[in-house]
């Protein structure tokens, strides 16, 4: 396995990437990680990362120089070149002239890290730096030079530790499978035995070994890949000692309970059903404030999940879908980030009930996951489901949650879906779906004026959440949604489209 060290790069998961994309283990570490964590490991290479900082700087993340002297292959890259050039006695300085973007690399030599390059011609890479070395570290030599950068890359005379000023992770820069596959292979040895097969396996096996005969499993299922996935390897392991637990809780969209049953009846799960839409609805009478419609949310579906384990009886586990993404603890310079929204999920609940955590796939991406829906037979609707956030429609519902106002919803929601789906686009977007407008407009039908509800529509594109665009969606297909939805939704006299980014807006309307 390869350890990535993370210095707080915005491309550090890309690294870890990149190494699976060889069918080689690779896990990401904050570089505060110790030398015995380190050793415990057991990597065949370490890769340090880029990052923001400076070496200079007063708070400058540092690694013990012992890092150097294990014996292991190290790779630096940017900040991570940089910081093992001045802690092996280099000199590192702010350049006069700063690197961003694509830059030219000439190689000055085609062994181990370059192996398989030309060194008569230029590659285009990606710079991303203001710090450069000035002087290389003893016994070190210049292994590639770019315009900006006569050292570009370097690399120790005998001992296995390399440097690279650009970021081979990203897409932008052309010979960076080259660079990491070297890296990997020829430098660090490594065997590209990492599948989604042997995933499947070893964790099945896993869970079989840890979790003891009486023993019962519960977790909540939403539908969704990553519950989905997570059910099926448990259940792989030890049958229908789990038991995915299913919460209606009043505000998923039309058919959605009777569809996910349908479906993890067909994967051979035997699902909890819990009806507790009336408790929900209940409490969410006259709440309009958006958080407080999550907290409710939260809370109540802890209350009911835990009641409804207690009644299975004998359960020491809870399986969770928590993705990589979500625990990697990640270097951060700027502080904690403000909290925007709220994510409801069972936090809380190991805790109280004293359930120990099965999390078969904290270790792995979310495209790993898809891989592995696949080999599991799981159907494409689920493979590549929409996100849905856990608080449903309740937060897209503006204003207050009720009934007739959920019906509205319900029926724009289902049009838009099964539009987007009819004409191809589900597929391509990254969300789309209505929100019901709190106000209500003048219209006309037939020779009636008409006061009644809108109905926005939103679809969006994005890689992550994060950031997000306005789809340019087809003016036929946003017209058919219009005419649908106000012609089959009874209280819809009027559609919009959303045309905000985010940010400043958000995906979602509260
Ligand atoms: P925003 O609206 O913050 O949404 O741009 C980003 C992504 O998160 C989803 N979302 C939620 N998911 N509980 C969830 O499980 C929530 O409370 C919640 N709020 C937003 C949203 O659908 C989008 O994918």
């Known amino acids: 396995a390869i350890l990535i060290l993370d210095f707080g790069s915005q491309t550090t998961q890309l690294i870890a990437r990149r190494v699976r994309e060889f069918n080689v283990y690779s896990e990401i570490r904050p570089c505060t990680v110790s030398l015995d964590e380190i050793r415990a490991f057991g990597p065949k290479g370490i890769i340090l990362s880029g ?41 590192v300085e702010r350049s006069f002239k700063r690197e961003y973007g694509p830059a030219e690399l000439r190689v000055l030599s085609t062994e181990d890290l370059f192996y398989g390059l030309d060194s008569n011609r230029k590659y285009r890479v990606w710079m991303s730096h203001g710090d450069r070395i ?193 625990v990697i603890e990640s270097v951060s310079f700027r502080g904690p980030s403000a909290t925007i929204k709220t994510h409801h999920n069972v936090g809380g609940l190991p805790e109280r009930m004293q359930l120990k955590l099965i999390e078969p796939l904290r270790e792995l991406f979310k495209d790993e996951v898809r891989e592995i829906a696949r080999e599991l037979g799981l159907p494409k609707k689920v493979i590549w489901r929409q996100p849905f956030p856990g608080p449903g ?19 724009a929601d289902a049009i838009v879906t099964e539009e987007m789906l009819k004409s191809g686009w589900y597929y391509k977007v990254w969300q789309s779906f209505a929100v019901l407008v709190p106000v209500k407009t003048v219209g006309v039908m037939g020779d009636y004026r008409t006061y009644e509800h809108v109905i926005a529509i939103r679809c969006v594109e994005s890689q992550d959440a994060m950031t997000a665009d306005w789809v340019r969606l087809p003016y036929e297909l946003l017209a058919r949604l219009s005419n649908r939805i106000i012609n089959e939704v009874q209280g819809v006299n009027r559609v919009v489209y959303d045309i905000s980014s985010k940010p400043p807006a958000t995906i979602e309307w509260e």
């Open 51 to 91: 990052g923001p900082a400076s070496v200079y700087d007063e708070e400058a993340p540092r690694i013990p120089v012992e890092i150097f002297d294990m014996g292991i292959p190290v790779l630096g890259i940017c900040y991570g070149m940089q910081l093992m050039a001045h802690l092996l006695g280099g000199l």
């Open 134 to 326: 000035e002087v290389l570290p003893p016994d070190f030599i210049s292994i590639a030079e770019s315009e900006n950068s006569p050292y570009a890359a370097m690399r120790h005379k005998e001992r296995p530790l390399f440097g690279v000023q650009f970021h081979p992770e990203v897409v932008h820069t052309e010979i960076g499978r080259e660079v990491l596959s070297n890296f990997v292979f020829r430098i660090c040895g490594c065997e590209p035995t990492w599948t989604m097969e042997s995933f499947i396996e070893t964790t099945v096996r896993e869970i079989r070994e840890m979790v003891s005969s009486e023993d019962r499993v519960v977790c909540a299922l939403s539908g969704g890949i990553d519950s989905t996935v997570t059910a099926l390897l448990v259940h792989r392991a030890i049958g229908d000692r789990l038991v995915p637990i299913f919460v209606n809780n009043g505000v998923l969209r039309k058919n959605e309970p009777e569809e996910v049953l349908s479906l993890m009846e067909g994967l051979g799960l035997k699902v909890h059903y819990v009806d507790a839409s009336q408790r929900f609805l209940e409490r969410l009478q006259g709440v309009t404030d958006p958080e407080k419609k999550r907290r409710i949310i939260g809370y109540t579906f802890i209350e009911v999940f835990e009641e409804e384990a207690r009644k299975i009886g004998n359960v020491k586990w809870l399986a969770q879908g928590t993705l990589y993404p979500d």
């Open 393 to 411: 429609l309740a937060i897209r519902i503006l204003g207050e949650v009720t009934e007739e106002r959920l019906r509205i919803l319900r029926e």
